[in-house]
Structures are given as C-alpha cells and as structure tokens.
C-alpha cells in the first residue's frame, strides 16, 4: 500500500514530532530544588521486633538521611525507659549524607505486647525533633499480666476493691500452682482456674483502712522449674476525700477595667454526696457563685471582682466554704496578689 502526504499535511506531523521529541526524547528528569540547611529524614521511624523470647539480645539501626546542604547535628538521643539504650550514633551527616543510630532492647524486665519511643533531638529548623518507635511481643513461658495490682483508698472509708491478674501458662507441660501467699494482710489473695494446667486468674482483695502507702508481694509456688516462685506486686495509695484546685488563687498586679473572675473546683472523692453552702470571699465587693456541676461530685466556686481590685496591704483573703464531709467541715483557700514587675531601667 502507498501512502502519500501532502507537502502542509507532512509539515505539521514533523513539527509534532518534535514537540514530542523536546518532551519525552531526552529522558532526564528535572533536577531537584536545593535544600537549604540541614533536613532529617528517616528511612523508618518504627521497628517491630515481632515475638521473642525475654532472654533475646534484641539491636536494630535506624538510618537517617540529610537531605540539605549543610551538616546535620543529631544533638541528643533519648529513650522512655531504662530497658532501651542509645549507642554510639553518628552525631554529625554531611550533606546528602547518611548515619545510623544503634538502638538495644533488653526485654528481661518485659512481657506480652510493649512499645518503646525514642526522643531525637537535631538542628534541623525545620524538624528539630523526632520520635522513633519500637515494638515487640515478648512471651514468656508463664505470662502473669498485670505485674502489679494499684489500688487506690479514699482516706477514712473502708475498702474492699479488688483487682485480677491473668496466669497464662505457655509451656508445652501442664502447670499446677500452689496457694498464693501475701507479705500484707491488706492484700488478700484467692487464685481461680480458669483452664486446669494452662489458665488461672489471681484475684487480689485490698481490705480494711490501711495507711498513706501501703505495698505488698503475693508469692505463688508453681510445679515448673522455669516458672519457679511467680511474684506479683500490689501498691495502694491514700486518696484525699475532697481535692480543691488551684490550691490558692493567684491575681494579677494591677487589675484593670475589665477585671478578670477567678475559678476554683472541688471534687469529692468519697463515696457519700457532698453538700457545700456559704461560699465567701472576706473582701468588700467580691461575690461568689457556686455552680454544681455534677450533684454530689463536682463544683466551681467563680470569684467575681470588682474592677481595678487590689488587695489590702496586711491583710490575708480567702476563700472559704462550708462541706458536709466531717473531716473537712471548713475550706479555705488563699488568694493572693503577683508582685509587680520592677520599672524597667532607664537608658542614659
């Protein structure tokens, strides 16, 4: 077959193909935009180490790359916990340069699911900071989760909360485990299977009034030479019954036209309903408003003052209410003035 073009027909094709010629036929990519300074850039900010086992010497390198045209300081590395270290890394990356910071695992202290971070501190303007993450699952041959059983007591009111811990026995054998002993008899121990040789629950009973702090071990034979003696924790701590925030009130200097009000909220603790009234201010002009928030629980006590107030030189002000609660038959909560700022220093 012959084909034949007119002499305007061919030019206009030739002319198409060199636009497709300017486009597509050289094949080089538009060059990058310089990057001013430096710039951080990780190739992952997480690392899963998958499932292991506690005596596993667990280390992973995160690479880091500078992205800019002026070296990168890397200035500090930090870890949430004690159980990852930092090793030597590469404190400076040239341009366009890359570095490594070596990061260690122990998982002894660990078990079952945990994610760790890791705080990067550099000089990148742009990305001062970064955090890094990992993560493991570490399965132990008996798995006792919580490791510690918190507890927390209302101060002057009995208590009979209790808390369950899960005993899980991974062992390819059957695991029997003897009666639990406690070292506190606040703690009282009571173990339940849950499936004969493979599954158990310790539930920990926190009695009677105890003191501010209190702490306890609960000991737990078991029939397996690995496993040995299991340990779990127990903690309580005294709660108050009733808790005012802020503990004082806190004015400006000088207060202004527009004087502002001042909020403070009480939140009772203890399992009877409180009732509050008589919520005063001991200065002429100052008015209080008491809002329940949540009958019983919750309550804001708004301090209104009147414009340009000042408190008077000598005197001591307070907010004071009344509670139904016998151990806290009167409040009081101070307020008291900033000092004012120094008059700034004249230039000669």
Same mark, same amino acid.
């Given at each position: 077959m012959k084909m034949f073009f007119r002499a305007g027909a061919w030019g206009g094709m030739a002319a198409m193909l060199a636009g497709w010629s300017a486009v597509y036929g050289q094949g080089q990519p538009a060059p990058e935009p310089e990057v001013k300074g430096p710039r951080i850039q990780f190739l992952e900010t997480s690392h899963d180490f998958g499932t292991v086992q506690p005596t596993d010497k667990l280390t992973y390198d995160f690479m880091v790359t500078n992205l800019g045209n002026a070296v990168l300081e890397i200035t500090d590395v930090t870890s949430s916990c004690g159980c990852t270290t930092i090793g030597a890394w590469d404190r400076t990356v040239p341009a366009r340069g890359t570095g490594k910071i070596p990061v260690r695992l122990d998982p002894t202290a660990l078990w079952g699911a945990t994610t760790k971070s890791i705080a990067v501190s550099c000089n990148d303007p742009t990305h001062r900071g970064e955090t890094l993450q990992i993560h493991v699952n570490v399965l132990r041959d008996v798995e006792v989760a919580p490791q510690t059983a918190h507890f927390i007591q209302v101060e002057g009111e009995m208590t009979n909360q209790t808390r369950t811990v899960r005993i899980l026995n991974n062992l390819?054998? %059957?695991?029997?485990?003897?009666?639990? =002993?406690?070292?506190?008899?606040?703690?009282? %121990?009571?173990?339940?299977?849950?499936? =004969?040789?493979?599954?158990?629950?310790?539930?920990?009973?926190?009695?009677?009034?105890?003191?501010e702090r209190a702490q306890g071990t609960i000991t737990i034979p078991t029939s397996s030479r690995k496993a040995g003696v299991l340990n779990v924790s127990a903690y309580v701590m005294r709660q108050p019954a009733i808790a005012v925030t802020p503990a004082s009130v806190s004015l400006p200097a000088n207060l202004n036209e527009a004087s502002p009000d001042s909020f403070v909220l009480l939140r009772n603790y203890s399992v009877s309903p409180l009732q509050v009234s008589d919520a005063t201010v001991n200065a002429a002009g100052v008015t209080v408003q008491t809002v329940v928030a949540d009958p019983g629980k919750f309550f804001n006590f708004r301090i209104m003052f009147p414009p340009k107030f000042r408190v008077p030189a000598g005197e001591s002000l307070e907010l004071t209410f009344k509670t139904s609660h016998p151990r806290y038959p009167v409040v009081r909560v101070p307020i008291v003035e900033q000092a004012a700022a120094p008059p700034a220093a004249l230039s000669k």
């Open positions: 390819a054998e %059957p695991l029997t485990l003897q009666p639990p =002993e406690s070292t506190n008899p606040n703690f009282v %121990p009571e173990l339940r299977t849950v499936k =004969e040789g493979k599954e158990y629950q310790l539930i920990i009973t926190c009695l009677g009034k105890v003191a």
